[in-house]
């Protein structure tokens, strides 16, 4: 463990991508107790630009909005549907690798068929219908990520599941007649774990990304202000006024560009070919 | 700010056109019109951007002033008789259809029965009379079952236009070859449409009032982004943006372009109103108090002032303040949220979950559903919103199946034509969009709205609505937010574009363009 955190620290993009995280999540948690009100209320007038008032430092929005405010509040959703969205899709796409990895034959034949039919679908076209149908909220925005999200995962942990089934430390197993499942569990899945710790980092970013892109497009969770929504509902003012758009778009530039750092960094740590020291 | 700005922009306008200038003669106009019409026959069509451009190829007997007192259109002068009901319409002579033939009473006969079969809201106006007669060629008289005080405002030219009797008689109306390309009586001839591009009208030579139209032709553009339609605007491709061609938050930045005139006029026939329907099946919102609560949470002049920039007018009641036998002595609702919180414990509200369906018709009914939301839950209710496109909303309301909803309704400048439909019990039906979606049912409102409608004369018709103007707003069935505007953006130069109560849909006979 040490190991790892002094591999992880060495590289820069680690660190830089680990310092953006913990200051998105720090936000995210204490924020809120910084700004006691809604980010929906209107507390100023209108199209206050930034840096002129002390009370909004980021400005205000089309009905007089604190940006800051929104911001800070859209930290919590952004980050909240990215890490759950990731669960979910770890939670379907884990499971069903590793089953058509492990047992092979017609079970993978037919897992994989599965999960090529979610991978013909482009996943944002397939995103926007979900939510579309399923009425927009927080859960059916987190349901329809993870539902176009886990495909990857799933050919990534049989592909490596492939791999480690025929090592012998497995067929040992094998042989002293452990459980399948006792062997999926135990003996394969910790050793595949680390390219899809990788995997997850960047889906939480892809996942934010998606969440962005279905709240711009009037899809997000009406009850609830997120980077997306703020700019999309900014594009059409973005002449008179640009604050209201640049910084949400900043904020997801910069927490996505975090966690694809953190994945490298990751990816860097884990790798044991990638590894100085060796092991 | 802006407000000001803008009021600057609406008086000096309105200045400019009171200096009576001569009319020049000539030059081509381009309008926008948006969306793009199904279709330009009047008598068939009904769609708002259909009756924009048709309503200057069609004419209607009569015109309407911005007050709404009947101006002469196809008819010169109008009798009625002392019992009120008998209108007698003089013709006016010499009019043409746009292929030379005269125009004449048979084909305002013919026009009644075509429209009994092909314009609901025509039908519905017609429900009243009991025969109309041709004494001569020009001359039409309508016989009433019994007085019905509206009738006199059915017959402008979208409600009731004249249709050419030698082309239309005795075919299938649908499929007449006429549709594509309508002939009328109007001041513009139909030329040609290039779809998805822009619909071409030319002058009328023979047109009836002498040296009108000023201008050669009018192009109505057709472009699809509201950005688009700003820009060309800013660049001089078009000179006329219509109410509602681009978001409201552009209008203050469009009307300070150089050379460009901006105008609330134009709708007070129309006189939308906008209010949400209170669901007055639901247990919490079936108490009045409630609802006086939610008129004093909601600040209107924000609304207005920021959502709408500053047009539009706070709402006092059910009628809109421009049509006919308004009545500004109702029960009040400034923006009072003590108020309100007091009202919702008097009421006994403890927060229970209210879902509101905002309207989606783009930006700006979606931010005023935010900002309502935010009122409603400073005063401490819980309003959950639900997120939902046009058809889906739609498909809600009908089906009751709301708690507070968004919408806006046309007038047509008399109450018993646009008000009293969605007050009325016997207004109230599942799978319907407009009339009483609210479920609001009062014996007395009933009454009176019947009272109004057939009153004899207009004194005994305004204590009717007087009266249930004020116990409506004292019971406040649904929640009136404002009554719009839709600004009319033009280049100074297009003159006289807006002289009466529907705008630019009869506008481009007075028009012309300063060179």
Known sequence: MRQFWRTMLRSPSGIIGLIILVLAIVIAVAGPFYFPNSPWRM????????????????????????????????????????????????????????????????????????????????????????????????????????LVSWPP????????????????????AVVTGQSNAWIIWREILPNALS????????????????????????????????????????RTV???????????GVAILLSVLGLNLIGEGLNDALNPRLSREGR | MLKRVLLGVVVGCGLSAAQAEEPKTGGVVNAVIQPEPPGLMLAMVQNGPTQMVSGNIFEGLLRYSPKLEPLPGLAESWTISPDAK?????????????????????????????????????????????????????TVVFTLKEPFGPFIGIFEVGSMPMVPKHLYEGTDYKTNPNNNAPVGTGPFMFKEWQKGSFIRMVKNPNYHEKGKPYLDEVYWQIIPDAAARAVAFETGKVDVLPGGSIENFDVPRVSKLPGACVTG????????????????????????????????????????????????K???????????????????????????????????????????????????????????KQNLQDVGMTIETIATDVPGGNQKIMEWDYDIAF???????????????????????????????????????????????????????????????KILAEDVPVAWLLELQFPTITKCKVKSLITTGIGVNDGFRDAWLDK
């Open chain 1, 43 to 146: 507390v100023q007038r209108p199209f206050v630009p930034p840096f002129t008032l002390a009370k909004v430092p980021l400005g205000t929005d089309a009905l007089g909005r604190d940006v800051l405010a929104g911001l800070i509040f859209g930290a919590r959703v952004s980050l909240l549907v990215g890490l759950v969205s990731t669960l979910v899709a770890l939670v379907v796409g884990v499971p069903l690798g590793a089953i058509a990895g492990y047992f092979g034959g017609r079970v993978d034949d037919a897992l994989m068929r599965f999960t090529e039919f979610f991978q013909t679908i482009p996943s944002f076209a397939l995103a926007i219908v979900l939510v579309a149908i399923l009425q927009p909220s927080i859960y059916s925005i987190v349901a329809a990520i993870g």
């Open chain 1, 153 to 172: 995962v799933a050919r990534l942990v049989r592909g490596e599941v492939l791999s480690l089934r025929t090592r012998e430390y497995v067929q040992a």
């Open chain 1, 195 to 234: 390219p899809v710790i990788v995997l997850a980092s960047l889906m939480v970013a892809t996942a934010i990304l998606l969440e962005s892109s279905l709240s711009f497009l009037g899809l997000g969770d009406p009850n609830l202000i997120s980077w997306g929504y703020m700019v999309g509902a900014g």
């Open chain 1, 238 to 248: 973005i002449r008179q006024a640009w604050w209201i758009t640049v910084f949400p």
């Open chain 2, 86 to 138: 008998v209108y007698t319409f003089k013709l006016k002579k010499g009019v043409t259809w746009h292929d030379g033939k005269p125009f004449t009473s048979a084909d305002v006969l013919f026009s009644i029965e075509m429209l009994k079969q092909t314009h609901a809201r025509a039908r519905n106006n017609l429900v009243m009379v009991e025969k109309v007669e041709a004494p001569d060629d020009l």
């Open chain 2, 265 to 312: 006029a134009g709708w007070e026939f129309f006189s939308p109103l906008s209010w949400m329907w209170l669901n007055n099946r639901n247990p919490i919102l079936a108490n009045k108090k409630v609802r006086q609560a939610i008129m004093y949470a909601i600040d209107r002049d924000f609304a207005k002032d920021v959502i709408w920039n500053g047009l539009g």
């Open chain 2, 314 to 372: 706070v709402a006092t009641g059910p009628s809109a303040s421009t049509i006919k036998f308004y009545s500004d002595d109702v029960p009040k609702y400034p923006y009072d949220p003590a108020k309100a919180k007091a009202l919702l414990k008097e009421a006994g509200y403890k927060g229970e979950k209210i879902r509101m369906l905002p309207l989606a018709y783009g930006e700006t009914w979606q931010r005023w559903g935010e900002a309502v």
């Open chain 2, 407 to 469: 919408t806006y309704l046309y007038q047509y400048g008399d109450p018993a034509l646009g008000v009293s439909r969605n007050y009325i019990t016997s207004a109230i039906a599942k799978g319907q969009l407009f009339n009483n979606v609210e479920g609001y049912s009062n014996p007395e409102v009933d009454k009176l709205f019947a009272e109004g409608a057939t009153a004899p004369t207009d004194a005994k018709r305004k204590e009717a609505y007087d009266k249930v103007q």
